[in-house]
T-cell receptor, first 115, second 112 residues
């Protein structure tokens, strides 16, 4: 069974640009969450989607947005990039909202560098 | 406001010895705690968890202890092995599988 797949693996952008990251969950998983990992802040929750609806949201500005498609694949978009957005963005999936966090499976992440 | 704190950025131990990783939290609403392990270039993987109704949970070489009054939990690895070298994240959850709140992680190095 394939794991959580994130593309691209690496991205380099400049300030002011926008970026879209993609995540394909494990087959059969309908919940997708996004986390940002930085050395200074650790892992921080961005948002969670289930059945194409945002269910939970973290404390990030509106520049960070996401969506989920009917096949459960998810995209995350960051507009007007800032230097501080440089981070590893991790996607995680679980079967449904009732699945515990022990059953949360992470992808390898997309490393975004903003120059 | 860091609600989950791992105050030791790194820890180095000898193979065969005990590794103790610590985690403190400030939010008394947290009622479920998890440890994740992360190797470079990979996503975190679940290691062990504990509910706030317990004070200890054991799984093989890994034991997590919870002290609710002190808002402190620790992960014990006995005996430590070189393959345990990774970043360990402590995470907290509050009911109904709400969003996870992570600490900043502790890099464990187990020397042969």
């Amino acid at each position: 069974k394939a794991g959580v797949t994130q593309t691209p693996r690496y991205l380099i952008k400049t300030r002011g640009q926008q970026v879209t990251l993609s995540c394909s969950p494990i087959s059969g998983h309908r919940s997708v969450s996004w986390y940002q990992q930085t050395p200074g802040q650790g892992l921080q929750f961005l948002f969670e989607y289930f059945s194409e609806t945002q269910r939970n949201k973290g404390n990030f500005p509106g520049r960070f947005s996401g969506r989920q498609f009917s096949n459960s694949r998810s995209e995350m978009n960051v507009s007007t990039l800032e230097l501080g957005d440089s981070a590893l963005y991790l996607c995680a999936s679980r079967r449904d909202l009732g699945a515990t966090n022990e059953k949360l499976f992470f992808g390898s992440g997309t490393q975004l560098s903003v120059l | 406001d860091q609600q989950v704190k791992q105050n030791s950025p790194s820890l180095s131990v000898q193979e065969g010895r005990i590794s103790i990783l610590n985690c403190d939290y400030t939010n008394s609403m947290f009622d479920y705690f998890l440890w994740y392990k992360k190797y470079p270039a990979e996503g975190p993987t679940f290691l062990i968890s504990i509910s706030s109704i317990k004070d200890k949970n054991e799984d093989g070489r890994f034991t997590v202890f919870l002290n609710k009054s002190a808002k402190h939990l620790s992960l014990h690895i006995v005996p430590s092995q070189p393959g345990d070298s990774a970043v360990y994240f402590c995470a907290a959850d509050r009911g109904s599988n709400y969003k996870l709140t992570f600490g900043k992680g502790t890099l464990l190095t187990v020397n042969p």
